[in-house]
């Protein structure tokens, strides 16, 4: 059974930084693309980062591009979200989602169940 468990979210101030987990069970990451979303009430979810860990590959959006870093630990099964110079507008609900790839919502397969994180001003 594919699972996605995030971890590492909560408050941080502006300009802070935090560091995001998606620990993959049920599959290789070499298998899959993993992606980060975010989503805030009412809005649709957003596409951040992905990475194809056979070849390295990393993709992401420009509103991240330079403050976001995506990475992998294929001997952990881990995928990792480092942001820095956080904003209040990041905060949001983050996800991180296995499947066929890129950065729209609809492909991806499996998603983990999310975390919040909240930056104050």
């Known amino acids: 059974e594919v699972q996605l468990v995030e971890s590492g979210g909560g408050l941080v101030q502006a300009g802070g930084s935090l560091r995001l987990s998606c620990a993959a069970s049920g599959f290789n990451l070499e298998d899959l693309t993993i992606g980060w979303f975010r989503q805030v009430p009412g809005k649709e979810r957003m596409g951040l980062s992905c990475?194809?860990?056979?070849?390295?590959?990393?993709y992401y959006a420009d509103s991240v591009e330079g403050r976001f870093t995506i990475s992998a630990d294929n001997a952990k099964n881990t995928v990792y979200l480092e942001m820095n110079s956080l904003q209040p507008e990041d905060t949001a609900v983050y996800y991180c989602?296995?499947?066929?790839?890129?950065?729209?919502?609809?492909?991806?397969?499996?998603w983990g169940q999310g975390t919040q994180v909240t930056v104050s001003s």
């Open positions: 990475i194809t860990t056979n070849d390295g590959n990393t």
């Open positions: 989602a296995a499947g066929p790839g890129g950065l729209a919502y609809w492909g991806y397969d499996y």
